[in-house]
């Protein structure tokens, strides 16, 4: 990562000093920085609204655009799309150059224009068009991924849950004995985000105990959340002492078809 990166990360955990507004979520020399920044920015009813803005900064980077994800209770599903957009528009403008916080900067001086914009359905609060994000189940997926091991099991559950959080993703992380796996809900652009994150970060060690990508993660299924269906209200890490007890968790999800499907062929 380039010398102006690094300062431009000192520069933001300076400025983001207060209770959670900053949090680096992953870090690594060869997949560059994610972290994440809690902002407020102004709606169209003049209530400020809250931001979380997710940014990758990969180690080519200023050189290359950072990834951005928008996340906000407050915001419709289109709304986060266009804030995104017009994040990464702004972005191209400032290519070369370290660009996180006049980005931050922008988009609290912009958000009530960019939601003025046809076909929003309006501003937060006033009758969306889509049901915003952790509101009931529209535009919701289930994706449910195996991992083959996890040596490094502290580290890479706490980042497992900080990815989670910082995408707005709900579900569980499973263990059974040597079986691993991880039921996520959420938008589906989002859970994509988090297979990228997690194939492409170095979030375990091998068998040296080197640092190293996640190759053997593999989903099994997805599909979308259909009304009735349940919705998870938070990210769990469950243990389970045996197949039987992982069983009656999905049967209680009302998941019993997915885990007949799928998990006893996973059990050696």
Request: aromatic share 8%; hydrophobic share 40%; glycine share 8%.
């Amino acid at each position: 990562m380039a010398a102006s990166a690094r300062e431009e990360l000192a520069a933001l955990a300076a400025i983001f000093c207060g209770p959670g507004e900053w949090e680096v979520l992953s870090h690594s020399e060869t997949d560059g920085t994610v972290f994440r920044i809690l902002t407020e920015a102004q709606g169209l009813t003049d209530m400020d609204v809250p931001l979380e803005l997710v940014f990758h900064l990969p180690v080519s980077y200023p050189s290359c655009l950072p990834g951005i994800s928008v996340h906000s209770e407050r915001l419709t599903r289109a709304q986060r799309a266009a804030v995104r957009e017009k994040l990464l528009e702004q972005a191209r403008s400032l290519l070369s150059e370290p660009m996180v916080h006049q980005l931050v900067l922008w988009v609290q001086q912009n958000l009530r224009h960019i939601l003025t914009q046809p076909g929003l359905g309006g501003g937060p609060g006033e009758g969306p068009s889509e049901a915003p994000s952790g509101t009931g189940n529209e535009g919701l997926w289930l994706t449910l991924l195996h991992l083959d091991h996890m040596r490094a099991k502290t580290k890479y559950v706490k980042t497992v849950r900080q990815w989670a959080s910082a995408l707005g993703l709900t579900g569980q992380l499973m263990f059974m004995g040597k079986v691993i796996l991880i039921l996520l809900q959420g938008h589906r652009d989002d859970i994509k985000e988090y297979l990228v994150l997690q194939k492409t970060s170095r979030v375990d060690v091998d068998s040296s105990g080197q640092k190293c990508k996640e190759k053997m993660v593999s989903v099994l299924f997805e599909t979308k959340v259909q009304p009735g269906d349940t919705r998870f209200q938070a990210f769990e890490v469950k243990e389970f002492s045996s197949l039987d007890a992982l069983q009656k968790e999905f049967e209680t999800a009302g998941l019993q078809t997915l885990f007949y499907e799928f998990v006893p062929g996973l059990v050696k």
